[in-house]
T-cell receptor
Framework: GAGVSQSPSNKVTEKGKDVELRCDPI?????LYWYRQSLGQGLEFLIY????????KSGLPSDRFSAERTGGSVSTLTIQRTQQEDSAVYLC?????????????FGEGSRLTVL | AQKITQTQPGMFVQEKEAVTLDCTYD???????LFWYKQPSSGEMIFLIY??????QNATEGRYSLNFQKARKSANLVISASQLGDSAMYFC????????????FGKGTMLLVSP
């Protein structure tokens, strides 16, 4: 597709359930980022992929959070045993580090609500 | 320590006036980039403008300009001739180009443009 695609756009789940959020970056973009944005807050960095490896996963808030990327393309963010404080919009972004500015191209986000 | 500081939680401006949104940053990396993003109520992140640390001139993009004062470590966004559609959240961000580096965001400034 032309842009970064995320699914689902909205997810409501019960506390304790696992959720998977998917990101399909712009074709050819080697770098992929996950951010979390709580209501009315800024963007909190979660994890960064270069190709299939994650040089920086320092932002993952707990071991309930994990992410993987396969084929240098699609990435999945998994949250196990969800808690109410996990409710947020999860934003994925991609970029080509060959770009002069290195700007990030964002998806529209996955809004997660944990009841 | 915060790498990006946006001290204005909210700003008000009248249509057709200019407005400056403040951003200061902290880095010891001599090579870095500064970015501004706009996030309207719909939630998407829209890239506005980029300034590289070695750029000699302040960046401009249409009605947006970046007042880059390297010694003071500030990168203020100036929006000229404000329009109602400029009402949104604005985020300043920085990437350090040494080693692996994520894009770190400030907490944002909410801009409201009134008729």
């Amino acid at each position: 597709g032309a842009g970064v695609s995320q699914s689902p756009s909205n997810k409501v789940t019960e506390k304790g359930k696992d959720v998977e959020l998917r990101c399909d970056p712009i074709s050819g973009h080697t770098a992929l980022y996950w951010y979390r944005q709580s209501l009315g807050q800024g963007l909190e960095f979660l994890i960064y992929f270069q190709g299939n490896s994650a040089p920086d996963k320092s932002g993952l808030p707990s071991d309930r959070f994990s992410a993987e990327r396969t084929g240098g393309s699609v990435s999945t963010l998994t949250i196990q045993r969800t808690q109410q404080e996990d409710s947020a919009v999860y934003l994925c972004a991609s970029t080509s580090h060959n770009a002069n500015t290195g700007e990030l191209f964002f998806g529209e986000g996955s809004r997660l609500t944990v009841l | 320590a915060q790498k990006i500081t946006q001290t204005q939680p909210g700003m008000f401006v009248q249509e057709k006036e200019a407005v400056t949104l403040d951003c200061t940053y902290d880095t010891s990396d001599p090579s870095y980039g500064l970015f501004w993003y706009k996030q309207p109520s719909s939630g998407e992140m829209i890239f506005l403008i980029y300034q590289g640390s070695y750029d000699q001139q302040n960046a401009t993009e249409g009605r947006y300009s970046l007042n880059f004062q390297k010694a003071r470590k500030s990168a203020n966004l100036v929006i000229s001739a404000s329009q109602l559609g400029d009402s949104a959240m604005y985020f300043c961000a920085m990437r350090e180009f040494g080693g692996y580096s994520t894009l770190t965001f400030g907490k944002g400034t909410m801009l409201l443009v009134s008729p």
